[in-house]
């Protein structure tokens, strides 16, 4: 789990030192109108590869009742899981990104609307995906 909160945090410190730099000497519109589209799916994913890393290094840490080995067989069933939602939302983000992001001819604002849906979209998918309806008894 070092592993994993070590690049978490590294990373966000890249990402949000180069945004800072890039707002700071004039360039935040160009910044922020070119990743807030593929950003939702992005950043949601890297804090998911995150998710899965770290819960195998608890698995190895905090095993409860079980033997490690058990443990961690089955934090990985849900880590793999987890990471092929990760492939699915970096391949989103990949698209949007080379047809939406980089697309020069829609005004900054239009971007930040589709960017402030994306998250909102992302968002909604990650509160509800996977819930059952139970029927009332």
Known sequence: GLGSAFFLFFNG???GAVAGH???I???QTFWSFVVG?????LSAIALAGAAGLQLGWALIAPGRLPRSEALR????????LICGVMLFLLIA???EAYWSSTIGV?????YLVGAALWLLVATYLLF???TRHAPE
């Open 94 to 96: 990949a698209f949007i």
């Open 74 to 81: 089955l934090a990985a069933r849900k880590s793999v899981l």
């Open 26 to 28: 004039g360039y935040g």
């Open 22 to 24: 890039l707002t700071h």
């Open 13 to 15: 410190l890249m990402i």
């Open 107 to 111: 005004s900054p604002m239009t971007k």
């Open 129 to 131: 995906a996977g819930r």
């Open 38 to 42: 593929h950003g939702a799916f992005e």
